[in-house]
């Protein structure tokens, strides 16, 4: 909508996403310079709404950024006090004992925490410093200027209608510019990948791979809550369909976390995540436990998993790319909210030292510099091959392989692997239908396990219906056409949030998106075999609202 005119505010940095990295760049801007003029757009209806993340928390990132954060009441209050590894069977585990992993996968000193209530305390402090937040405020576009650099974003367009014309209540919204631009948009972001393609950053780089995390809060007997206990499981049920494993955290106020991930690079098109999380509930581990108990939230999303080697160039002329937008997840570990924050603070600081030089509008070399040689970069270079590893020899290899090239490089510095490649897309990685057999899942009983739309319903999850949809399809024709027959139409299987269905109209099969259930994972953007959706950005304030995860 190009002959739409906008107002047009001006600040010293705009930030895209108020998740751990982009409210840390906010308060460390502040932090430099209290005269800094920055804003921090939001698209969940409130910060916190669209935070999804297991988690067990490595407070190094706030240490760097505010050491004092205990005196000034961050809600980290649950320190993990007992760090348990199964192999799961069918009907049986066996533990994986501690002493032989390395020491960067031990949880002490860590904390279990809800990364919504820790952005929403974030935001707080960054406001208390003279942020300016703007939550509900989808950015639909990126601004560019003459000289082809992000000059700004447009947020707060509202009230098209579905066919994208402009409706009876349409607010163009606003133009924000900034000297800089920061994209913390976490995994997938739509202007993220557009700038990724629009300057070629990948370029030399690995593909990125990923995961889908799929998490539920339970409420459980008090006699069975261990508060700071930390579980992780892999194996049963996924076995060799697919990479992945478990995470079972106690928090407080008798509650759980329960989550589990997939990796998205399974081949199997007939290969429904959601059911297989929902079948690992029923193995004696996780059933006694939830036994007599309710399940309170649910939500998904996608996780970066190719590390240090798939990280794209984080810098364009403007703009710099933060946290998940590049992929700073440290995959064994299950951890990147403390490496999202340590980038938000040196891509501030990268920022401060420009502006203070009277530069705008350039590549801030030293963001990226101090990204991959700095603490990010020596936590992810660590661990860069258990990732293919995993994806090239399957779990039992990689566990002791990966285990082994852990510690090569925590010892010695170096790996006698090199640094391996991940080859593939995961969208490749699917293979024709016709090559598998489908796979049984039980129905879910209501107790431990639920169908997808009684669960979503527990994400709090709302789309303003008369809006274009935001799962746009490139080809409207290919879902029934190519991924119907060749594999199946997986999108029925992989969405965690029933987006997606294949239904019979006058004896023939339709595509139907219902994009009001969408949860905003970004799953389909990643793993559709013929990479035929793009998900862009709905109206601000629409998704999930996730209260605590």
């Known amino acids: 909508m190009t002959d739409v005119t906008r107002e047009a505010m001006e600040y010293d940095v705009v930030i895209v996403g108020a998740g751990p990295a982009g409210l840390s760049a906010a308060i460390r801007l502040k932090q430099l310079d209290a005269d800094l003029d920055v804003v921090v757009l939001e698209k969940g209806s409130e910060v916190g709404a669209h935070i999804l993340s297991g988690a067990v928390l490595d407070p190094c990132g706030l240490d760097a950024l505010m050491p004092d954060w205990k005196d000034k009441g961050a809600p980290l209050t649950v320190p993990v006090t007992e760090d348990r590894f199964y192999m799961l069977g069918e009907a049986g585990k066996v533990r994986v004992p501690n002493f032989p992993m390395p020491p960067l996968m031990s949880n002490h000193g860590n904390y279990i925490v809800s990364m919504g209530n820790v952005c929403r305390w974030m935001a707080e402090q960054a406001e208390a410093l003279g942020v300016e937040i703007f939550p509900g405020m989808a950015c639909s576009e990126l601004v560019y200027g003459a000289a082809g650099e992000v000059k700004g974003v447009v947020a707060g367009e509202f009230g098209r209608n579905p066919d994208g014309t402009p409706g009876p209540s349409y607010e163009p919204g606003m133009e924000l510019h900034g000297k800089y631009v920061f994209l913390g948009e976490g995994v997938r972001g739509s202007l993220s990948k557009e700038v990724i393609a629009k300057y070629d950053l990948s370029a030399g780089k690995e593909p990125q791979k990923f995961g889908l995390g799929m998490k539920e809060i339970w409420e459980i007997d008090p006699d069975k809550h261990r508060p700071g206990s930390v579980t992780h499981t892999m194996g049963w049920p996924l076995g060799g369909n697919a990479g992945g494993g478990s995470f079972i955290y106690h928090l407080d106020n008798n509650q759980v976390y329960v989550g589990f991930v997939v990796h998205l690079n399974y081949r199997n098109p007939h290969l429904y995540p959601y059911m297989e999380f929902q079948r690992f509930k029923h193995h004696p581990l996780v059933a006694e436990l939830l036994k007599g108990g309710k399940r309170v939230a649910y939500g998904a999303r996608a996780i970066s998993e190719g590390g240090f080697q798939s990280m794209p160039g984080m810098v364009a002329p403007g703009m710099a790319l933060l946290g998940c937008s590049v992929g700073m997840v440290n995959l064994p570990r299950i951890k990147g909210n403390h490496n ?157 949030a029933g987006v997606y269905e294949v239904v019979e109209k006058d004896g023939t099969p339709e595509f139907v998106i219902n994009f009001q259930n969408c949860v905003h994972c970004k799953t389909c953007d990643i793993k559709d075999p013929s990479q035929n959706i793009n998900w862009v950005t709905p109206q601000g304030g629409d998704g999930p609202n996730y209260p605590n995860m």
């Open 340 to 496: 999202a924050m340590l980038s938000g603070k040196a891509a501030a600081e990268a920022a401060f030292d420009a502006l203070k030089a009277e530069r705008a509008g350039d590549e801030l070399t030293a963001y990226e510099a101090e990204v991959r040689d700095g603490a990010i970069g020596k936590d992810l270079r660590r661990v860069r091959n258990v990732k293919p590893m995993w994806s090239k020899w399957g779990l039992t290899a990689s566990l002791a392989l990966g285990g082994f090239d852990m510690w090569t490089n925590t010892l010695f510095g170096g790996s006698i692997f090199g640094t391996m490649g991940h080859g593939k897309t995961d969208a490749a990685a699917t293979e024709p239908a016709e090559r598998h057999k489908p796979i049984d899942y039980p129905k879910p009983d209501g107790k431990l396990s639920f169908d997808r739309l009684t669960n979503v319903a527990f994400s709090f999850t709302n789309h303003e219906e008369a809006q274009p949809c935001h799962l746009q399809l490139k080809d409207p024709a290919v879902p029934i056409a190519v991924n119907l027959p060749k594999y199946d139409e997986p999108a029925q299987r992989y969405c965690p």
